[in-house]
């Protein structure tokens, strides 16, 4: 169970941004200011309705919660769709819309919106850690080659903490199109193991240091109600 959840949910999130609901066109100036107008919250400790896990926010960060995150997506979707033509898109997009539909939380880092952590609860029921050592990293990172167009490799091999009921992994991301200047990101993912479901946890970082300082971050912000 927990090989086949696992391999299935680490194929999302580069993947998301070429689709977007049709609707009436807006410009990027309005779509951008249509961010700030969503009900953004500061410092304190939220409960969030899918999950019940509870999420920590310190002075300094902001989030936005359960629709409002999920607009957020499918407005940053909308921003970047013009990005990904039709016959590149590598999820089919009801799959996409059933992952955005699962967000209940985006935390922001960067007042750019370019660095954020996103929250998504998937409701699949106790998951056993008893098959943990069936996993195959190599046909995890080979999945994941085949949904994303840049070149992609561990970055840190996935690890699990059996006292948290937690995995996580850190893809590296090096986008070497020769028309463009190469990029590189990192890329990480957590699922915190509950009762009920899973909760993954994805963020991309331009460097090492900011990359692990947010994966620190978010394994002591979010956990699950007591008993889930």
Not at 31 to 36: A, E, K, N, T
Request: proline share 4%; hydrophobic share 40%.
């Amino acid at each position: 169970m927990l090989k086949k959840i696992f391999t299935a949910f680490c194929c999302f999130f580069a993947t998301i941004q070429g689709f977007a609901k049709e609707s009436e066109p807006k410009s990027e100036e309005e779509l951008i200011g249509s961010l700030f107008s969503l009900n953004w919250v500061g410092e304190g400790t939220y409960q969030l309705s899918k999950s019940h896990g509870f999420l920590s926010l310190p002075k300094g960060h902001v989030a936005i919660l359960m629709d409002d995150a999920q607009k957020f997506l499918s407005t940053m979707l909308e921003i970047g769709k013009s990005s990904f033509p039709d016959n590149e898109r590598p999820m089919p997009e009801e799959e996409v819309w059933k992952e955005i539909n699962a967000s209940e939380a985006v935390i922001l880092l960067s007042y750019n919106f370019s660095n954020t952590i996103l929250f998504q609860n998937f409701q699949e029921g106790y998951v056993s850690l008893d098959d943990w050592d069936q996993i195959d990293p190599e046909q995890i990172l080979n999945a994941l080659k085949e949904k994303d167009n840049e070149t992609v490799a561990w970055f840190q091999k996935p690890i699990l903490d059996p006292a948290t009921q937690t995995i996580y992994y850190i893809l590296e991301n090096v986008n070497d199109d020769e028309d463009e200047e190469e990029t590189q990101t990192l890329e990480f993912v957590l699922f915190k193991l509950g009762k009920k479901g899973v909760e993954k946890i994805t963020s991309s970082w331009n460097t090492r240091e900011e990359c692990l300082e947010a994966l620190q971050f978010i394994r002591q912000a979010f956990t699950f109600e007591p008993g889930d």
